[in-house]
């Protein structure tokens, strides 16, 4: 079974920086694709930035430049390092995947993926 650990979330002060973890089992192979998405309440499930196993990846452009994907050797721990972070970027973070690489203009689209984890909660104040 695959499953998805979100781990790292946390209060952090507005401008401050914070890494988010997500630890997958359960996917093998090269065929894989993850994403970290954000939902605030109120408001729909956003894209932030996916990775996938051959390295491409993509970070949307309301956090470009502040928001890095990557993942260890192993390819099962997906980071998302978070830095000048503002209280628009509070929300709970979830991390998704699919095994199968997603073409570039899919990575960030919600039903693209078929696995979830629970989630993990960043609030900037």
């Known amino acids: 079974d695959v499953q998805l650990v979100e781990s790292g979330g946390g209060s952090v002060q507005v401008g401050g920086s914070l890494r988010i973890t997500c630890a997958a089992s359960?996917?093998?192979?090269?065929?894989?694709?993850v994403a970290w998405f954000r939902q605030a309440p109120g408001k729909e499930r956003e894209g932030v930035a996916a990775i996938r196993r051959d390295e491409t990846s993509r970070v949307a452009d309301s956090v470009k430049g502040r928001f890095t994907i990557s993942q260890d050797n192993t390819k099962n721990s997906i980071h998302l390092d978070m830095t000048n972070l503002s209280p628009e970027d509070t929300a709970m973070y979830y991390c998704?995947?699919?095994?199968?690489?997603?073409?570039?203009?899919?990575?960030?689209?919600?039903?693209?993926?078929?696995?979830w984890g629970q989630g993990t909660q960043v609030t900037v104040s």
């Open positions: 998704a995947a699919v095994p199968v690489l997603l073409w570039y203009g899919g990575l960030l689209i919600p039903d693209e993926y078929k696995h």
């Open positions: 359960g996917l093998s192979g090269g065929s894989v694709s």
